[in-house]
């Protein structure tokens, strides 16, 4: 009587290896692969790999996308553009949550004019209280597009973190920052700044006073 019983046990033993050797592993589980079949030639190809990211939001792609977002290529270093838009809308498709930190890495550490506006945008439309500090340090940046940007986006936030970096800007020795805090009230329309905006009529530089009797 107990022969079927053990018969049935071997069998039972014997099946499980030959299930696990039918479950073939998804390649894309592999973070590499993942990555780079975001850019396959193969249409099919690049679909499931963004049907993964969505589902399964793997936290080890994200340094990959942070790293292709900042490529740089050719000479003097231009920025990678070729596949930048594709790793973006990787990025795009994990909770703004989890991305949070890296999309404010990306901003602070491109160098580009195009990808900052985008960002800044991007990050924008959460209402997150903790974007409000990185925009402000782009009101100090080279590029008058991006401050432009940066100063119209706080225009609409009325946060008190902003005037403070404003008046240090207006103070700062460096006669440019100076200009770049009287830009940035010309947006923020801010009637706190009025009299330290007077005051920099008697600036020491030149330059200063010319772009103060202008915004005025």
């Avoid at 039972?12 to 590499?32: I, S």
């Avoid at 989890?98 to 404010?104: A, P, V």
């Amino acid at each position: 009587m107990r022969r079927p019983c053990l018969i049935y046990i071997c069998a039972l033993l014997l099946a499980a290896p030959l299930a696990a050797q039918g479950q073939k592993e998804n390649p894309l589980e592999n973070t590499k692969t993942l990555f780079n079949s975001l850019t396959e030639s193969d249409p099919a190809k690049r679909e499931a790999a963004f049907d993964y990211v969505k589902n399964k939001r793997p936290e080890d792609l994200i340094p990959y996308l942070k790293k292709a977002i900042l490529a740089k290529k050719g000479f003097f270093f231009a920025p990678d553009y070729s596949n930048r838009t594709v790793h973006i809308n990787a990025l795009k498709l994990y909770p703004f949550t989890e991305s949070l930190k890296w999309w404010i890495e990306i901003l602070q550490e491109t160098d580009s004019s195009m990808m900052k506006i985008e960002i800044m945008n991007y990050i924008t439309e959460s209402g997150h209280r903790s974007i409000v500090m990185p925009i402000v340090e782009e009101l100090r940046n080279n590029f008058f597009i991006v401050r432009q940007e940066a100063a119209r986006i706080l225009r609409g936030k009325s946060n008190d973190r902003v005037y403070p970096v404003i008046l240090s800007m207006m103070n700062d020795p460096n006669p440019a920052v100076r200009i770049y805090a009287i830009d940035a009230m010309n947006y923020l329309y801010d009637s706190r700044f009025n009299n330290e905006l007077i005051n920099m009529i008697y600036d020491s530089d030149a330059g200063v006073r010319i772009r103060v009797i202008k915004s005025i």
